[in-house]
């Protein structure tokens, strides 16, 4: 089985995803530029989410970048990280709608979280069906960035019951250690 | 002709039928946790119709997968089932507003079937077009979970007019038989 | 130039073209099956122009199948009947929340008009592109079926001035006589 | 690493902005050709962004066409590109519903200065990667073009605080300025 369509069709419904959630910004009812004001953490929670994908698109392409043929257990891992990444726009709209109250900071934890664990999961799926020799699991090494990750994400989900701009600033912080997406894949293809 | 673009069409179509879904989700009023409780009825809905989707766009591809060239007829055999296809989300939304009452959760009945009888049309059209080496026809043999499928949804629609509970369970049914979505083709191109 | 990447645009806008459409069907108050009967004219001027675009795609994917390189100018012919394709949506629901009056038929006129047009210019700029030798001007010949149908639509926009109906009826009479939609290319492509 | 997926998911991106803008026209009430005429200026903002993404997506299309293989830089850079690119339509709804008044303007203003920037970088990053035997760079030599773009939303920018209208005109001069898209590109090409 080759990958081509688990590509194409991947980058079809994250391309969706990316862009739909612009759908939420509803056009002032004044021209002035202050009636954009209200809408300023709509933007915000939008840039980071928009950031969020597309990290998650950058890592999907070079993981898939590694795998020479794919199985069955592998599309299925992927229908679920892509499920998990479809819910990303309607908690964007949440927090940005309510300003990033403690309960939708809570909300865009857990999605972060479950695309994470998603995202594991695919990871997994691929090292297994291509055993010792898996470029993926020579890349990736111990992986301590998606091991780090999903601790992170963990503790900002417990850090909304004390103060919910501590779990937005480890958001911000795990997006940021991710942005420089794949060095270690793309070190590693270089040295070979 | 070649089947490029076919695939890359559906691939769209079918990655915004699956992602528009997510549109249904309106914001809640509130920020607290219990005002997502309504939503639940939605979330379960579109967590069944993106499993269902997902599974038309996996036997889909595996579908294509066998087939080496295509013609007019399979063309038109495609557009119809997206169409029937792009009718999955109205009923969805409409299922899940109203908390699976009995006439939606008949129409989500309807759609899967004429979902499930575009599909086999879509089969035919390949399998009469491949003649008798058509791999597809070697790997589905006689079809049993096709026909079984048709047969459970016409019953499902059936048992809306006792219990709309038992027709829903049938769908569940159907889905989960179809989850391990076509070991049949993967096993068959395994054997050759 | 190559054409991969216009092929794929055009599949991108194109299906979301045909599937944004959906979006149109506003779920009904009530959970019977009485309410999804004011929804009947906005069905039906879905399924029509459905079948529009989907036969715009098939005779866009053969017209491009015969061609081998692309210019700058096909660029923009071929931009220039995404951007009349994207009106489709509008109109088909103006006509169906209108339940097929007077002056949404006519404008729905206007714009598969425009979209025949649009679609000539890009022809006209391929076989201008290949010069004597074009599969495309061999495929089409005469092309009796362009001109009929702009002929058609012509005359149906002038019709909504009598009785919009009898217009009604030449635009799903020119989606039939397209229904086989590219017999002569394939044919042609066979022959050879 | 090379850049089919890049390809891919920009022209994913690129097909639903400019698809979406089509959801911002609401259907009239009426069904009278005269309940058209308010929505004249929105259709009007809708023609002349369609015009600028169709122009990003063309130059696009030319630019990776000359770029053999990518890095994640540009990667990155390309998704700041598609950042800006995903605010065009917001700030063509709130120009088209307010009828080009002065902060519409400025802000369509902004967001077409932010999409240049992000396109240069997009070309600078480029440049870097390939160095000294960079076909892109030779094709664009000195770029006036690019910078002259810059220079006019800049005074257009400006120009709004004293007639919105004359940043308008310098919207719609850039615009058909590119309009003839890559011709420097093109020829180059075809030179060599």
Redesign the interface.
């Known amino acids: 089985?080759n990958k081509n369509?688990?590509?194409?069709?991947s980058?079809?419904?994250?391309?969706?995803?990316?862009?739909?959630m612009?759908?939420e910004?509803k056009?002032?009812n004044g021209?002035?530029?202050s009636?954009?004001i209200p809408l300023l953490p709509t933007f915000f929670s939008y840039?980071v989410s928009?950031l969020y994908v597309?990290i998650y698109?950058?890592n999907h392409?070079h993981m898939i970048?590694t795998v020479k043929n794919i199985?069955?257990k592998i599309?299925?891992a992927n229908?679920f990280l892509?499920?998990w990444l479809?819910?990303i726009?309607?908690t964007t709209?949440?927090m940005g709608?309510?300003h990033f109250?403690?309960?939708?900071m809570?909300?865009y934890g857990i999605i972060l979280l479950m695309n994470a664990v998603a995202y594991t999961i695919l990871q997994k799926s691929i090292i297994q069906h291509e055993g010792e020799d898996s470029i993926l699991l020579k890349a990736i090494g111990k992986d301590y960035k998606g091991k780090a990750s999903l601790f992170l994400y963990l503790t900002a989900i417990g850090m909304t019951y004390f103060n919910e701009w501590i779990s937005g600033g480890i958001y911000i912080f795990v997006a940021l250690i991710w942005?420089?997406?794949?060095?270690r894949i793309?070190r590693f293809?270089n040295s070979i």
Chains 1, 2, 3, 4 share one sequence.
């Open positions: 089985m369509r688990l590509e194409a069709f980058d079809g419904v994250i391309a969706i995803i990316i862009t739909i612009v759908l910004f056009i002032p021209n002035h530029l009636d954009l840039a928009f597309a698109w950058n392409h970048h199985n069955g599309l299925w229908l892509l499920f479809s819910l726009p309607f709209a949440w709608e309510h109250a403690k309960f939708p809570l909300l942005l420089i997406p794949d060095k793309e293809l």
